[in-house]
T-cell receptor, first 115, second 113 residues
Framework: AQKVTQAQTEISVVEKEDVTLDCVYE???????LFWYKQPPSGELVFLIR??????QNEISGRYSWNFQKSTSSFNFTITASQVVDSAVYFC????????????FGKGTRLHILP | DAGVIQSPRHEVTEMGQEVTLRCKPI?????LFWYRQTMMRGLELLIY????????DSGMPEDRFSAKMPNASFSTLKIQPSEPRDSAVYFC???????????FGPGTRLTVL
């Protein structure tokens, strides 16, 4: 069975602080894909990153970075020097794409960046 | 590219009425997904299609819900009769294949009174 756990329901930080959103997943497959999506207050779901299980290199995109560790089944997301515009709900998701077309989403972490 | 298009953006209806939500996926995408989002249950997959064929509808809550995809550029999700507990945001998403990310539409906010 697939499972994605985002233990942090809600986080508040002051602007310019760094913040890490945790994501832990469960899968029996060796080939799988991990995703992060952002849902700002306007409501749309915006794709941020996709990572396949064979690529454990950390990814950096501007102020965003992702730490993929298969040993701990985690795919954590860090925002450096947070800004108010980063306030949103962030979803981690898992796909066992070789056996299933579906993406399983975590419950999301609501991030508040305080000015 | 216009992205995934959903209509209407907002729908308010009375209990017992039929509701039809519409979705136009991104051209060339073979997969189309319907999700429902509520505070209590989060993001739930209702049904998805591959090349216009329904593959998995195990997430459809009950017989009041039905979905169709008559062609590659159009899908509908119908609720008949609607109930207050159906109030939610309904998202449509499309994907070019099974390993790539899904692209979401803006959602339809449904309120059933």
């Amino acid at each position: 069975a697939q499972k994605v756990t985002q233990a942090q329901t809600e986080i508040s930080v002051v602007e310019k602080e760094d913040v890490t959103l945790d994501c832990v997943y469960e899968t029996r497959d060796t080939t799988y894909y991990l995703f992060w999506y952002k849902q700002p207050p306007s409501g749309e779901l915006v794709f941020l990153i996709r990572r396949n299980s064979f690529d454990e290199q950390n990814e950096i995109s501007g102020r965003y970075s992702w730490n993929f560790q298969k040993s701990t089944s985690s795919f954590n997301f860090t925002i450096t020097a947070s800004q108010v515009v980063d306030s949103a709900v962030y979803f981690c998701a898992l796909s066992e794409a070789l056996r299933d077309d579906k993406i399983i989403f975590g419950k999301g972490t609501r991030l508040h960046i305080l000015p | 590219d216009a992205g995934v298009i959903q209509s209407p953006r907002h729908e308010v209806t009375e209990m017992g009425q039929e509701v039809t939500l519409r979705c136009k996926p991104i051209s060339g995408h073979d997969y189309l997904f319907w999700y429902r989002q509520t505070m209590m249950r989060g993001l739930e997959l209702l049904i998805y299609f591959n090349n216009n064929v329904p593959i998995d509808d195990s997430g459809m809550p009950e017989d009041r819900f039905s979905a169709k995809m008559p062609n590659a550029s159009f899908s509908t999700l119908k609720i008949q009769p609607s109930e207050p507990r159906d109030s939610a945001v309904y998202f449509c998403a499309s994907s070019p294949d099974r390993v790539n990310e899904q692209f979401f539409g803006p959602g339809t906010r449904l309120t059933v009174l």
